[in-house]
C-alpha cells in the first residue's frame, strides 16, 4: 500500500534542447524518459502505520509512466503477510496471500502554479490470495484520491484525501472509509539530508468491527518522523520513526499480530531505495 510514494511522481518533461553560441548548435540533450522504475528493500513494511509483514523485512518495486500531458499510470508491489496471518489467527491455516499489487492511473497538473500541481487518481490494491474462507470479505480495495502538492523553496509535501469506493482490506460494511493526509519534507542542503514528517487519519467506517458494533473501533491516527539521505544516482536511504493511536479491545490489540504485538506500535523503519 503505497502512499506517498503514488501520488508525488513528477511530470514528465520529454524534448530535446538546444541552443546557438558562436553560430554553432549545441548538442541536444537526452530526452527524459517518462518511465521510472524503482525497488527497495525495508526492514518492516508499514502501510499507515500498520505492519504489513509482521515486522519482518519487506521486498518492494514498480514503475511508474508519466506523459507530459499529466495523465499517469502505475504499479507498485510489495511481499505481505497481513492476510494470512489475520486467516491463521481466526482458524484458517491454509490462506496464501503473500503479495500486494497496486495499480494506479490519474492525472496530475500545475493548474495553481509552479511548484504546485494537483492530483486526482483512482488506485486499486490487489492481494492475489487463495484459501480465502466462505463469507470472508475480499481484501481488495478501490480508493480514489485527491491530491495537493506544494513548494515553498527547501520546503515540499502534500495534502491529501483518499476515500473507500469499496470495503477496506477486508473490513466488512466499510466502504466509505476515508484517509486525510499530510506529507512534509525539508531539504537541508547539507550532505544531500531531507527531514520528512508525516499524518494521516485512518477512519474505517460501518460495522467493521466483528468483537463489537462501535463503528470507529479500527481507526486510528498515524505518524511519523524521518531522515532521507540522497546518495545521487538514483540511490536513497530512509530512516523514520514510526508510531500510531491505535489501541486495544480488552486484552487484544484492534490490530493484531499472530501473537498478539501490536501491529501499530512504535518502531523504527530503514528502507534503502533505488530509481532507474
Known amino acids: ?157 502534500f495534502a491529501k484525501f483518499s476515500y473507500a469506493a469499496t470495503t477496506l482490506f477486508g473490513f466488512t460494511n466499510s466502504t466509505g472509509s476515508y484517509y486525510p493526509d499530510l506529507t512534509v519534507n525539508y531539504d537541508t542542503g547539507v550532505w544531500g539530508l531531507a527531514l520528512n514528517a508525516h499524518v494521516g487519519y485512518q477512519y474505517v467506517a460501518g460495522n467493521a468491527a466483528p468483537r463489537t458494533t462501535n463503528s470507529s473501533l479500527y481507526s486510528y491516527t498515524d505518524y511519523k518522523l524521518g531522515v532521507t539521505k540522497d546518495f545521487g544516482g538514483g540511490l536513497s536511504l530512509a530512516a523514520a520513526y514510526v508510531t500510531t493511536n491505535a489501541g486495544k479491545t480488552g486484552s487484544a490489540y484492534n490490530y493484531t499480530s499472530p501473537t498478539n504485538k501490536n501491529l501499530g506500535g512504535s518502531t523504527g523503519i530503514v528502507s534503502l531505495t533505488k530509481t532507474f
Open 1 to 157: 500500500m503505497k502512499t506517498i510514494q503514488k501520488t508525488a511522481i513528477a511530470l514528465a518533461a520529454s524534448g530535446l534542447f538546444s541552443t546557438v553560441a558562436f553560430a554553432q548548435t549545441a548538442p541536444a540533450a537526452p530526452e527524459v524518459s517518462p518511465i521510472t522504475a524503482n525497488v527497495t528493500v525495508v526492514n518492516d513494511y508499514r502501510y499507515r502505520g500498520i505492519s504489513q509483514s509482521n515486522f519482518k523485512p519487506a521486498i518492494q518495486g514498480g514503475f511508474d509512466y508519466a506523459h507530459e500531458s499529466g495523465l499517469y499510470i502505475g504499479n507498485w508491489n510489495s511481499s505481505i503477510s497481513w492476510i494470512s496471518d489475520a486467516a491463521s489467527a481466526g482458524g484458517s491455516k491454509n490462506v496464501s496471500a503473500p503479495i500486494e499489487m497496486d495499480f494506479y492511473a490519474g492525472i496530475k497538473k500545475e493548474l495553481i502554479g509552479e511548484g504546485f500541481a494537483s492530483d486526482l487518481g483512482v488506485l486499486q490494491y490487489y492481494y492475489p490470495t487463495t484459501g480465502l474462507p466462505s463469507g470472508a470479505t475480499n481484501p481488495n480495495t478501490t480508493e480514489v484520491y485527491a491530491a495537493q502538492n506544494f513548494t515553498f523553496g527547501p520546503i515540499t509535501g
